[in-house]
């Protein structure tokens, strides 16, 4: 009999938990949702798996459907395992108007994947997103906290082959 893993912060995480909840009344702690989902994502492997956002709901004692209906809104939160490199592709109305479908459609080429997915190698996830709030940048995607504005097909090619790079680089160490 396979035992299941309980599903719990680790201790630094706990103590931020406790320090997002301590600045909200006992019955307003719901308030803290989407940082302590943003722990949980970090904490358990970059994804919010349903398992994660019962605990989550447990935690602020609130039904876990307002914890899925919240996650399932935002963007930022991802609702399966991604690539250890996730490119959140914006896809709003400048963006396409300057070239995001045609960058979309080189970058799901090059990692001979389409959107949603995940290369093989389970190192890069392509995602289209809303509005990132660069529409003077446009096109563009963000890797991380990293925006990458005015994308050519050439620029995607250098900034793939740098995350690459960095990523053997970091391995071999």
């Not at 201790?11 to 989902?37: F, G």
């Not at 798996?49 to 989550?56: I, K, N, P």
């Not at 250890?84 to 108007?97: A, D, M, N, R, S």
């Not at 970058?107 to 001979?112: F, G, S």
Request: charged share 20%; glycine share 6%; net charge negative.
């Amino acid at each position: 009999m396979n035992e299941v893993q309980q599903i719990q912060f680790s201790t630094e995480a706990m103590i931020e938990v406790s320090r997002l909840l301590s600045h909200y009344p006992a019955d307003k702690q719901k308030s803290a949702l989407l940082p302590i989902l943003h722990i949980a994502q970090k904490e358990f492997g970059g994804w919010l798996s349903s398992d994660t956002m019962d605990y989550v709901a447990r935690l602020l004692h609130i039904h876990p459907i307002e914890v899925y209906e919240v996650a399932t809104f935002y963007s930022m939160y991802n609702m399966k395992p991604v690539g250890k490199i996730l490119i959140e592709v914006c896809q709003t109305g400048p963006c396409c108007l300057n070239g995001a479908e045609k960058m979309i459609s080189y970058l799901e080429n090059k990692l001979k994947i389409k959107v949603g997915e995940t290369t093989s190698d389970k190192m890069f996830t392509i995602k289209t997103v809303e509005c990132l709030g660069a529409c003077g940048y446009a096109p563009m995607f963000q890797i991380g906290e990293t925006f990458h504005e005015h994308l050519t097909e050439e620029k995607i090619d250098g900034i793939i082959d740098q995350l690459v790079k960095e990523t053997q680089t970091s391995s071999q160490n």
